[in-house]
């Protein structure tokens, strides 16, 4: 016997610690609370010949995190001296209701017989389908009303739609505006357009939704631009609207080197918008060099140099122009006194090609056949240049006299 006593209270110390283990901690719970209050459907009548129901109380609590729950009243929550106050009759009576360190006063009356009592019911259906008003005590069942494009939600008491919706059966203890809350379904287009304006891509959204960034298409292409970003309503889109995209266009640049071959690479910079042309009064003025003569010429991908024809009509990349030069040549013509033209004696006319800068030996690899005149009997010859309508040798910088038929020095040999 005494086995089966120890028995029973380890059970019940067990159970006892099992239970207080599932029991919310007090303190915990009143930190979390943001309010607590009687939830306007609970009964504010009672009647001393029907069995006492606490459970039709209810307490709404809102949590500071946003949560609200309704929590039927159990006897756990009310003393033993306020409890009494359900069986006496009388109006005006008040009772402490006790939940998470927090006290709630319920207010109401005990009557010797209970009295049915009807209230007057509205319902504001929100844009729906019309719902006819009721006078009960009790709504059985709720209508639910229509709305094309719209989810019906529920009834709530208060046009915030605070808390939870109301479920029948429902019990009024007053007269009631009941409100329809709607989930909006209507669908609208929303069109990214190119530049062109017609339509890139749609996408279909419910109201009041959003499109964000990484749900947007890439932009359209645009030959000669870059795109940049799309423009228009994103957020909370409530009726069929239109995005168009924003570019910038791709700039070329043209440059034209003063100097390829050095290192510094010096150069003149225009730029263009893709596709546009370079005006001839931009191009910059040919870089002189001493005995050259040149020109502007492409340089192409592979490296080689092309005439400028039409590479600057329409550009669509970026071009180097560098200088082509061509070094100035000059002729020089071998040829006999004049005074023996027409004779038959005269020597043949001997002409050579010298670049500017070059020297032209006369004693040496292709021009030595002009190294001495011609002879001619009875004459004496020297080659000479006619410089200002004198007659300068070209290896000792004398002139001729022509009155005294002779060679003389001049003041100025010329560098010979």
Known sequence: MKKHIILTILLLMILCVLLAGCLPDNDQVKNSIKSIYIHEASPNSFSIDEPLNLSDVKLVVEYKDGRIEIIPVSE???SNEDRTKFSTVGSGITVLIHYGGRSVPYSFEVLETRQEKKYYVDFESNGGSKVESLYVSVIEAFTMPERPGYTFMGWYTNPDFV??????????GK????????????????DFLDHEGEIYV???VTYGDSI?????????????FIFVEWLGVFDNITENTQIIPSYTPIICEIRFYTDYQSAEQDFHLREVNWGDSLDSSKIPEFPAKEGYTGEWHILNEFGLTEEITDQLIRITSNIDVIPVY????????????????GTGTSWETIE?????????????????DVCEPQEREGHTAEWAVLIDDKWIK??????????NQEWKPISNPLGW
């Open 76 to 78: 756990a929550m009310i």
């Open 394 to 403: 070209i290896d000792g910088g004398n002139e001729w006299d022509d009155e």
């Open 163 to 172: 808390g939870q919706p109301c479920i029948a059966p429902y019990p009024l």
């Open 326 to 341: 061509q070094i100035i040549s000059y002729r020089v013509t071998f040829q006999d006194d004049e005074q023996f033209a």
């Open 212 to 224: 964000p960034l990484d749900k947007r298409p890439p932009g359209p292409p645009r030959e000669g």
């Open 175 to 190: 007269d009631t505006i009941f409100y329809a809350r709607w989930d909006d379904n209507r669908k609208y287009k929303v």
């Open 352 to 368: 050579k090609i010298v670049n500017h800068g070059s020297d032209l030996s006369l004693t040496t690899g292709d021009n030595a």
């Open 202 to 204: 749609t996408h279909i």
